[in-house]
């Protein structure tokens, strides 16, 4: 049972250029999450989807788009990234009732040169 | 407005010592939920605990113990005679029922603890 499996694993770009965040999850979870770790920040939220068909902002969603692909897959793109998104980027699911944990991915670290 | 806050950026202890995790959390729901998640050196997050609005009892798993008080909007961690293999950043968590927060769970800035031998 492979989780929450987030692609790539490490990403350098430079200003400007674009980039896809992939994430997908096997245990039939409705909602997804996509935070970014900052050093002194702890984990942000960026966008999430409460169920399949829906997407809200979350604290930090300037400079990020989402696509609920599919129960499935979340996807976070950078359309054009600046230095300010170099930071580590964790996806997650839960069930969708508020007292289910959520269940991370390993994580993207991004770097923006 | 930060809505779950960890004061103690890192606590540095040694081994065998008692170690006490600091949550303070913010709501005006009656419905909530709160977790505690670890994050040792690898990377990787680990959820440990979650604790309900109306459930103030105090919960002991292993060396792992917490502190939830509503009187005070705390829910404190503690591991009792620490580990090196406890050494990671910890984070507390805050999952609101209300509508305008339905869906998000909003983390604390976390702690830091370093367990010498």
């Known amino acids: 049972n492979a989780g929450v499996t987030q692609t790539p694993k490490f990403q350098v770009l430079k200003t400007g250029q674009s980039m896809t965040l992939q994430c997908a999850q096997d245990?039939?979870?409705?909602?997804m999450y996509w935070y970014r770790q900052d050093p002194g920040m702890g984990l942000r939220l960026i966008y999430y989807s409460a169920s399949e068909g829906t997407t809200d902002k979350g604290e930090v969603p300037n400079g990020y788009n989402v696509s609920r692909l599919n129960k499935r897959e979340f996807s976070l793109r950078l359309e054009s990234a600046a230095p300010s998104q170099t930071s580590v980027y964790f996806c997650?699911?839960?069930?969708?009732?508020?007292?289910?944990?959520?269940?991370f991915g390993n994580g993207t670290r991004l770097t923006v040169t | 407005a930060q809505k779950v806050t960890q004061a103690q950026t890192e606590i540095s202890v040694v081994e065998k010592e008692d170690v006490t995790l600091d949550c303070v959390y913010e709501?005006?729901?009656?419905?909530?939920?709160l977790f505690w998640y670890k994050q040792p050196p690898s990377g990787e997050l680990v959820f440990l605990i979650r604790?309900?609005?109306?459930?103030?009892q105090n919960e002991i798993s292993g060396r792992y113990s917490w502190n939830f008080q509503k009187s005070t909007s705390s829910f404190n961690f503690t591991i009792t005679a620490s580990q090196v293999v406890d050494s990671a950043v910890y984070f507390c968590a805050l999952s609101e029922a209300g509508t305008d927060s339905w869906g998000k769970l909003q983390f604390g800035a976390g702690t830091q603890v370093v367990v010498t031998p």
């Open positions: 997650a699911s839960r069930t969708g009732s508020h007292n289910s944990p959520l269940h």
């Open positions: 709501t005006r729901d009656t419905t909530y939920y």
């Open positions: 604790r309900n609005s109306f459930d103030e």
């Open positions: 245990m039939n979870h409705n909602s």
